[in-house]
């Protein structure tokens, strides 16, 4: 499994839409830290990383982009993503692109850890070892 997709209950009446995202209700880790991402022109390609231990939630909360994932085993699949209801879970070592992006996106990041640079693998080639379980 490359991804999960999470569906947020939503509350709503004649005054607009409200998701509250709650610990332990909506997610599959405890969130550590959070973040968004606005601004980036449709072309421009984001992440291009993969993680060796953290997790992640996004939610597209305003327009919309692609997400392409790759699992280092010939598994790739592209999710578009433009539901502020619903949430992309993605584990550790998947590697993941987003572009596309709407002039309107904004992405909410939601991480199961603080930020280490040491998580991070920025490296396509050696994402692939990673995967094969050889040693960077």
């Not at 993503?81 to 709407?102: C, M």
């Amino acid at each position: 499994m490359l991804y999960q997709i999470l569906n947020f209950k939503v509350h709503g009446d004649h005054r607009g839409q409200l998701v509250a995202l709650e610990k332990g209700e909506d997610f599959p880790f405890d969130i550590k830290r959070v973040y968004y991402i606005w601004g980036s022109e449709p072309h421009i390609t984001r992440g291009n990383h993969a993680h060796k231990h953290l997790e992640q939630v996004i939610v597209c909360t305003s327009g919309s982009c692609d997400f392409m994932l790759d699992d280092g085993r010939g598994h790739k699949e592209k999710i578009h993503l433009d539901n502020p209801a619903q949430g992309l879970y993605i584990k550790s070592n998947i590697w993941r692109q987003f572009t596309n992006f709407s002039r309107d996106c904004v992405v909410m990041v939601l991480a199961s850890e603080h930020y280490k640079e040491e998580d991070y693998i920025r490296n396509y080639d050696d994402f692939l070892k990673a995967v094969k379980g050889e040693r960077l």
